[in-house]
Nanobody, 124 residues
Framework: QVQLVESGGGLVQPGGSLRLSCTAS????????IGWFRQAPGKEREGVSC????????YYARSVKGRFTISRDNAENTVYLQMNSLKPEDTALYYC?????????????????RGQGTQVTVSS
């Protein structure tokens, strides 16, 4: 059974950093396009970042560009989202997705699998 499990969320002060992990079982993430989403209470889901399986290109939402970095560790079958200079508006549930598709800009076009998410709270 395929599972994506996110970890690394938590409470951090504005300006701080967190590194989210997305680890998979039963699939090899290196074979998939990976997309990160976030959703805050009362708000629509927002695509945060996407990394394409086709050529490794990475994309970011304008709101996080320059602060967030998506990367793969194939040996660990894990995709990371490094988040720096965090702001209160980054507070949300973050989850990863995997699909045999492409990135439509910073949003994965479609996905086959998603994790349950990890909560990120940025507050002083």
């Amino acid at each position: 059974q395929v599972q994506l499990v996110e970890s690394g969320g938590g409470l951090v002060q504005p300006g701080g950093s967190l590194r989210l992990s997305c680890t998979a079982s039963a699939i090899t993430l290196d074979y998939y396009t990976i997309g990160w989403f976030r959703q805050a209470p009362g708000k629509e889901r927002e695509g945060v970042s996407c990394t394409s399986v086709a050529d490794g290109t990475t994309y970011y939402a304008r709101s996080v560009k320059g602060r967030f970095t998506i990367s793969r560790d194939n040996a660990e079958n894990t995709v990371y989202l490094q988040m720096n200079s965090l702001k209160p508006e980054d507070t949300a549930l973050y989850y990863c997705t995997a699909g045999d598709y492409y990135c439509k800009g910073h949003v994965i076009a479609e996905y086959d699998y998603r994790g349950q998410g990890t909560q990120v709270t940025v507050s002083s």
